[in-house]
């Protein structure tokens, strides 16, 4: 097991060097003007750019500008040409909101997703089934950009029930908190709740046909006993991989959108207003950071799937 | 005995058509997607004879008569005109769009012209490259394998929708130079290339999967001993078994592809002005939900019926072609990341 | 021998509501299976023989399976028992062991907790150590080495063969009075299935375990049954003794069986001799006699159902649902020197 944990985290630091690559090229590499030019944004003046260029090494070799990149992000000397403040602490500010909205959503649409998965397994082919199925296929149509404006116009603006934006720090006044993150939570949980539940249901009906399943049975187990201890925990393992990329991407930002229509100042909001500005390095810091939780959260994903199935751990496949 | 026989004369895809036709949920969401491709092909008929104006020309300054009363446009208050549906004869039947006092019916199909275009192209470049690359690691394995698996893991691991936005930021502001591929800085094919790139580990390891125990199967075995060589192998003995999952796949494909054009377009990542897709008007809707709801909800119900009809498409597709679907076609099928953009 | 007998199945029929109609997987099944004896049921794919073993212990029941007739367990009815009191039954009285040891094991829990939980469901004060210490004694008793160790892998770790004999362990562990196996060396090797065979017939000889062994395979029914059942489209076509059933074969079904084994006292033909057509289809069976459109002696009379009938005076348990009188099979059943349904080709 620590062999595998071992293995994984070097993979880790491999993905998040390939990551840095892949910015850099899409940032300094790839586009067809000058860098410096970009970087600078809108408020460019000559001497700006000249300092950009010396500063960021422009005039030098691709690996020494990749190197220099690489300190300028690590070191925290990135910022904003724009506003002028530093990258890395503005996204240390946004940490907390984007943590509430997406642990909040995840935690939200795991436990339901489950919930409905199992019961439309258990009930296969019964109008609950095919009600919760339904459910399911619309859900995982609804796009974010379209239930959130959606919810706040009628239960905020209509109908006056909950806040229709922003964010209150835990720590101030926690029924604000909660109050302003229940349409966030559920605007992002709702796509989620939809495809888990089918995710659930499809790896239950395969379990459930299993060999296994049917001798212990035999065994004169409980069938309660056989659904939790021997369905459901097999059919749990897919779901928990994809559960941890979903996750993953969430905190890592791509709640941007969801952060943008409820003016919630995560590091999504973050994000979102250097994008309108056409601010390039909070783009490259957000980018970083995201790339970095992603790859953190799916190594602990593999752990937790090794855990789970044992076939993976002792090296292999599984089928 | 007689109806083995009826059975054996029925192609497997002909059975699987009728299977289909069967499915009257599947059907029904078909025929709505064939509406939606009409009522977008329709834009120009619809610009020139209802409405006659452009996607683009802002009316700001003029007024309306409606009924025999003259109004505004757009306000001086900066209120666009809500939606008049037939009173104006079919002008601005939807209303005016922000402070520039656009169509907003005429946008919405124009937009939606660049929405649909952006996900079947990009739906049809991912699926071309994924199965092409999925058959080749699945076949050759080994060291190929190693090298495409490899690869589809570590864009697998990646932010995805964070990165395609990145790029998508770069390339509007700065367009795209690789060798002799050059982009403008607000050409379409910048979010096509990028959303077909960032889509490929999806489908591409689904398929690797299938081609790899394809072609362990007996009748790849049978065919090497018939002495078939490696193209007619891949193409001619395991691509055919593939092609329900790459149909299946396809349209999850548009579907998926559509949702993510529109995240990127709706961040201002992706379509750049003057274009417009559904997704940058959901975004410049949004700024006015409480006076002009109609302006981000309409564009994005029409992305999620056609999201939904796909998904429901899809779905049918699936049951007729293979009705005992595994789950990997399924957990693969999802692919939406919680945005509503693939993780 | 005992008086009653401890299983006593009568009039079993079992159908299942499928898309083309009601299949009847079992269509009047009646046996008898005595404390340690080891009966043998026969049949190809699709004759009924593992829904017959599987409807003993409940195990077919479902909101589209229809069960008919009586099984009991030293008197106690189980058809008509309810889910707690099948519980009990199940591992307890009766176990059974399955086909394919590779899947019969949940991949992702231990062997030996897996055996535990066994113990456990049905002696709920039994600790948990004192379960995986039990665990170990039974891989031991059914010849695992190491059992020690090898309590605490995984399923995949074991071989085939390893597994069976596990799964073999794990149905002993409540100390049954029957144990149901239905083929449990179909998909294993040859020499393997020579040391599961062995196995059973031990348990058998040793602690008296009343077995009820399901194959195709008539070797291994010739290794350790005592009686045979002979099943065929969902009934039983020929029942008896062991040495009734090889010698004096009353059914041609039965012949066919004997005629297309390979012999090692005979020159071997160029072709095998086989039965000819296929097993019909349960769902269109044939009027009359089932086997009647494969069977070369048919003849006007068939077209009623046989009846499964009585043996002679002198063998009264010999049964046989076959037309024909006695001294009709003993000349039809000789072709080309030995039993069979049609001559062997040189």
Not at chain 1, 234 to 262: H, K, M, Q, R, Y
Not at chain 2, 142 to 161: E, H, Y
Not at chain 3, 91 to 98: D, K, L, Q, V, W
Request: hydrophobic letters at 45%; aromatic letters at 8%; proline letters at 6%.
């Amino acid at each position: 097991m620590v062999r595998f944990i071992l293995r994984r985290l070097v993979g880790m630091v491999a993905v998040l060097f390939t990551t840095s690559l892949i910015v850099f090229l899409i940032f300094n590499v790839i586009p067809n003007s000058p860098p410096a030019q970009r970087l600078a944004g809108k408020n460019a003046t000559p001497t700006l750019v000249k300092s950009i260029e010396e500063e960021w090494g422009f005039d030098e070799s691709l690996p020494v500008q990749y190197a220099t990149m690489m300190k300028q992000v690590f070191t925290g000397e990135l910022i904003s040409y724009n506003t002028h403040l530093p990258v890395n602490e503005q996204i240390e500010e946004g940490i907390p909101a984007t943590f509430s909205l997406s642990i909040g959503a995840a935690l939200i649409w795991l436990c339901l997703g489950v919930l409905l998965g199992y019961l439309s397994a258990i009930n296969a082919g019964a109008w609950l089934d095919r009600l919760l199925t339904g459910a399911s296929i619309v859900g995982i149509s609804i796009p974010v950009f379209l239930l959130g404006p959606v919810l706040i116009y009628i239960l905020a603006d209509k109908l006056q029930v909950l806040p229709n934006g922003g964010y209150v720090a835990l720590s101030e006044d926690p029924w604000e908190w909660l109050t302003h993150l229940i349409l966030p939570w559920f605007t992002i949980a709702v796509l989620s709740i939809g495809f888990y539940s089918r995710v659930l249901r499809a790896s239950m009906l395969d379990a459930m046909g299993e060999d296994y399943v049917r001798t212990a049975r035999a065994k004169g187990l409980s069938e309660h006993r056989v659904m939790t201890r021997h369905v459901l925990r097999n059919s749990l393992i897919p779901i928990v991989t994809l559960f941890g990329l979903d996750f993953g991407a969430t905190i890592a930002g791509t709640a941007i959108i969801t952060e943008t229509i409820f003016g919630i100042q995560g590091v999504g909001y973050y994000a979102a207003q250097a994008l309108t500005n056409e601010d390039l390095p909070p783009i490259i810091g957000v980018t970083l950071y995201g790339a970095f939780f992603v790859v953190l959260v799916n190594a602990l994903v593999d752990v937790a799937y090794a855990y789970l199935d044992p076939r993976v751990r002792l090296g292999q496949e599984a089928r | 005995m007689s109806a083995d026989s009826a059975a054996a004369t029925r192609g497997p895809w002909s059975l699987a058509l009728r299977r289909f036709l069967r499915n009257r949920l599947a059907v029904a969401f078909l025929a709505l997607f064939a509406l939606i491709v009409v009522f977008v092909l329709a834009a120009p008929l619809w610009a020139d004879q209802v409405a006659h104006t452009g996607p683009n020309t802002a009316h700001v300054l003029e007024k309306l008569s409606v009924n025999g009363q003259q109004r505004d446009v757009v306000t001086p208050q900066g209120e666009p005109i809500g939606p008049q549906w037939f009173e104006a004869g079919g002008r601005f039947f939807l209303g005016a769009d922000s402070r520039l006092g656009r169509d907003e019916m005429v946008r919405l199909m124009y937009g939606g012209r660049i929405s649909l275009l952006i996900g079947i192209v990009s739906g049809l470049i991912t699926t071309l490259v994924a199965v092409i690359l999925g058959l080749l690691a699945g076949f050759y394995k080994g060291w190929v394998d190693g090298l495409i698996a490899r690869t589809m893991d570590v864009l697998w691991s990646l932010p995805v929708f964070l990165i395609g936005v990145a790029a998508g930021i770069s390339m509007a502001v700065g367009g795209l130079k690789i060798g002799p591929l050059e982009l403008h800085s607000g050409s379409i094919w910048a979010p096509i290339l990028i959303i077909s790139v960032f889509s490929i580990p999806y489908i591409g390891r689904a398929i690797r999967g299938e081609a790899m125990a394809l072609s362990e199967k007996e009748f790849v075995e049978a065919a090497v001993a018939q002495g078939a060589g490696p193209p007619r192998l891949m193409f001619g003995e395991i691509l055919p078994n593939l092609a329900s999952t790459i149909v299946v796949f396809f349209a999850l494909s548009v579907a998926n592809n559509m949702l993510f054009e529109a995240g990127l377009s709706f961040l201002g990542a992706g379509v750049q002005p003057p274009n417009s897709s559904w997704g940058t008007m959901i975004s410049s809707g949004v700024e006015l939900l409480t006076t002009a709801p109609l302006l981000s909800i309409i564009p994005g119900a029409m992305i999620m019926l056609t999201v939904l009809s796909l998904n429901v498409v899809a779905d049918g597709l699936r049951d007729a072609l293979d009705p005992r679907a595994k789950v990997r076609l399924e957990a693969h099928a999802g692919m939406v990341e919680p945005e509503g953009a693939p993780v | 021998m005992t008086a009653s007998p401890l299983l006593s199945v009568s009039r079993l029929r079992v159908g299942f509501a499928t898309e083309g109609g009601l299949l009847q997987a079992v269509d009047g099944v009646d046996f008898e299976l005595r404390t340690g004896e080891v009966l043998a049921i026969v049949g190809e794919s699709g004759s009924g023989k593992s829904v017959t073993a599987q409807t003993i212990m409940g195990l077919t029941r479902s909101p589209n399976s229809r069960i008919e007739g009586s099984v009991k367990l030293d008197g106690e009815e189980l058809t008509s028992a309810d889910d707690s009191e099948l519980r009990r039954v199940r591992g307890e009285r009766i176990a059974m062991i399955f086909q394919d040891p590779m899947t019969s094991f949940n991949p992702v829990y231990r062997l030996g907790d897996q055996i535990a939980e066994a113990i456990r469901a049905h002696r709920g004060e039994v600790s948990m150590k004192a379960a995986r210490g039990r665990a170990v004694e039974l891989l031991d008793s059914v010849g695992i080495p190491n059992a020690e160790q090898r309590v605490a892998d995984y399923p995949h770790a074991f071989s085939g063969g390893m597994r069976q004999r596990a799964m073999i362990a794990m149905a002993l562990a409540l100390e049954p009075e029957v144990l149901i196996a239905d083929e449990p060396t179909t998909a294993l090797d040859v020499t393997i299935q020579a040391q599961i065979l062995a196995l059973l017939e031990r348990l058998n000889r040793e602690r008296g375990l009343a077995t009820i062994l399901i194959t195709h395979d008539l070797g291994v029914v010739a290794e350790v049954a005592d009686r045979v059942l002979v099943m065929y489209a969902g009934k039983i076509v020929e029942a008896g003794s062991l040495d009734e059933i090889f010698y004096d074969p009353q059914h041609p079904y039965t012949w066919g069986l004997m005629g297309s084994l390979t012999r090692i006292d005979r020159t071997r033909p160029r072709r095998l001799p086989q039965i000819a057509g296929a097993p019909p289809s349960l769902l269109e069976l044939p009027k009359g006699c089932s086997f009647r459109p494969r069977c070369p002696h048919e003849f006007a009379r068939c077209s009623q159902p046989p009846g499964l009938e009585a043996g002679p005076a002198e063998a009264p348990e010999h049964r046989d649902r076959c037309w024909l009188t006695r001294e009709q099979k003993r000349s039809m059943r000789q072709v080309g020197g030995q039993i069979g349904l049609e001559a062997p080709r040189p």
